[in-house]
């Protein structure tokens, strides 16, 4: 299985400052023929589902802030969130899904 | 809107089954590969299993191959889990979700339901 871990575990930011969150693949999740790192990152506020803010590594969902930006290729990724704002509070989450069983990583927990 | 609801959770003994079910409403349901993801309370995510189109290719997590069935009815809109021989280690929120618009269960999960809760107890 491939493995997701996640660093750091948790992070306080400052208002309008950035967040940076790690990301790393125990094995690349570049899909080469398609040229894509099947890898996706997601936010979860207390009581709620998921949310999908980033997909193929680097590409914002519609209607997520461009304030969260996505990089990264093969086994390391990252999450930014510039500017941070009180309603980014939350768990964020990469999860790859190029090879069953698609696996999560822990977990990031943001706060201000 | 676009939605999924979750139902068929419940309380059950170790080595019972259960049928989850989960009801799409405002999409074309057989555009889209699904997938079931659970979560411990307080915990992280685990995806669970997922199912192309079709139903004709469907994953498994490990820990519940050879115990859990997922399936779907295009006709119906509706993703179901059948979840056998139970574990106390079964025992979470587990949330529908919508793939990639190929049809694939390869996708990122772009829609989540609320969940439903099993709580697997003696």
Known sequence: DIVMTQ??????????????????????????????????????????????????????????????????????????????QAEDVAVYYCQQHHTTPFTFGPGTKVDI | DVQLVESGGGLVQPGESLRLSC???????????????????????????????????????DSVKGRFTISRDNAKNSLYLQMNSLRVDDTALYYCARGGHSGSYSSALDIWGQGTTVIVSS
């Open chain 2, 23 to 61: 009801a799409a409403s405002e999409f074309t349901f057989d555009d889209y590969g699904m997938s079931w993801v659970r979560q411990v309370p307080g915990k992280g995510l685990e995806w669970v299993s997922g199912i192309n189109w079709n139903g004709g290719s469907t994953g498994y997590a």
């Open chain 1, 7 to 84: 660093s750091p575990d948790s992070l306080a930011v400052s208002l309008g400052e950035r967040a940076t969150i790690n990301c790393k693949s125990s094995q690349s999740v570049l899909y080469a023929s398609k040229n894509q790192n099947f890898l996706a990152w997601y936010q979860q506020k207390p009581g709620q589902p998921p949310k999908l803010l980033i997909y193929w590594a680097s590409t914002r969902e519609s209607g997520v802030p461009e304030r969260f930006s996505g990089s990264g290729s093969g086994t390391d990724f990252t999450l930014t969130i510039t500017n941070l």
